[in-house]
């Protein structure tokens, strides 16, 4: 019996951000960051912040979801709850 292994390749990880995090008719970041809670993946920071000078646009959705994954994938070395998500 062959056993198989779960991967996506750079490629797929950064195609499967794009579909769910579409600007328009993508999930919102907020819906993001729910699910990504529910399969308990950490969810980094994107860069954003408010200060006494203005507001500092952070990264957009599909590059945060991309890096919130991809932290997953290196601190756990499994892709286990990718596939959940």
Request: hydrophobic share 35%; aromatic share 8%.
């Amino acid at each position: 019996m062959k056993l198989t292994t779960k991967k996506l390749d750079q490629q797929q990880l950064k195609a499967l951000c794009d579909v769910l995090a579409h600007t328009s008719q993508g999930l919102t970041k907020s819906e993001l960051k729910l699910l990504l809670g529910q399969c308990n993946i950490f969810t980094v920071d994107d860069g954003s912040a408010r200060t006494q000078m203005g507001y500092v646009i952070g990264l957009n959705k599909r590059d945060w979801l991309y890096n919130c994954l991809v932290t997953e994938i290196n601190m756990n070395h499994s892709f286990d709850k990718i596939y959940s998500f």
